[in-house]
Antibody, heavy 115, light 108 residues
Framework: QVQLVQSGAEVKKPGASVKVSCKAS????????INWVRQAPGQGLEWVGWISAYNGNADYAQKLQDRVALTTDTSTSTAYMELRSLRSDDTAVYYC????????WGQGSLVTVSS | EIVLTQSPGSLYLSPGERATLSCRASQSVRSDYLVWYQQKPGQAPRLLIYGASSRATGIPDRFSGSGSGTDFTLTISRLEPEDFAVYYCQQYDTSPQTFGQGTKLEIK
């Protein structure tokens, strides 16, 4: 069955960077893109960006595009999201999800930014 | 960017009742690119409806989606206790893809 398994919770100081991983299994990794979505505590869903697992093309939310980088490693069927220059308002659960309709989701990775 | 406005923000109903949730777009969205999700506390969202009206795998037929252009609706015909959750619409017709702010369906 399709599974997306994300890395664990992280606590970072303001200004630091974080890299979250998303390991896919149960399907051909390069046949679907991966979207990243975040959810601040008690808030709604916010799109972070998308990456094609086929060719690495990426698209980012404008408010994050200067600080975020999405990558994939096809040899391990893993997608990564790196967010730099962290601020307190980056505190959120970060999800990876498969494809355009987000038909399968990872379990989420809590990133806490606090001094 | 396309703004999706969901209404109502909260909806109080009893099991067995019918729920109607609205998602209005600030500009036209092609139906193929309109999706609905359900999210329960502490869980990742779950895909319910894609292409505005197609149920995802394993989704009960009490869930239905409709609409076109700027007005879309999610209907739950007879509420079950497990349906009380937050529902989001999303469009990926135009980048950036955007989500509505959610409708919280609560037990009356």
């Amino acid at each position: 069955q399709v599974q997306l398994v994300q890395s664990g919770a992280e606590v970072k100081k303001p200004g630091a960077s974080v890299k979250v991983s998303c390991k896919a299994s149960g399907y051909t990794f390069t046949s679907y893109g991966i979207n990243w979505v975040r959810q601040a505590p008690g808030q709604g869903l916010e799109w972070v960006g998308w990456i094609s697992a086929y060719n690495g093309n990426a698209d980012y939310a404008q408010k994050l595009q200067d600080r975020v980088a999405l990558t994939t490693d096809t040899s391990t069927s893993t997608a990564y999201m790196e967010l730099r220059s962290l601020r307190s308002d980056d505190t959120a659960v970060y999800y990876c999800a498969r494809g355009w309709e987000l038909d399968h989701w990872g379990q989420g990775s809590l990133v806490t930014v606090s001094s | 960017e396309i703004v999706l406005t969901q209404s109502p923000g909260s909806l109080y109903l009893s099991p067995g009742e019918r729920a109607t949730l609205s998602c209005r777009a600030s500009q036209s969205v092609r139906s193929d690119y309109l999706v609905w999700y359900q999210q329960k506390p502490g869980q990742a969202p779950r895909l319910l409806i894609y292409g505005a009206s197609s149920r995802a795998t394993g989704i009960p037929d009490r869930f239905s989606g409709s609409g076109s252009g700027t007005d879309f609706t999610l209907t739950i015909s007879r509420l079950e206790p497990e349906d009380f959750a937050v529902y989001y619409c999303q469009q990926y017709d135009t980048s950036p893809q955007t989500f509505g702010q959610g409708t919280k369906l609560e037990i009356k």
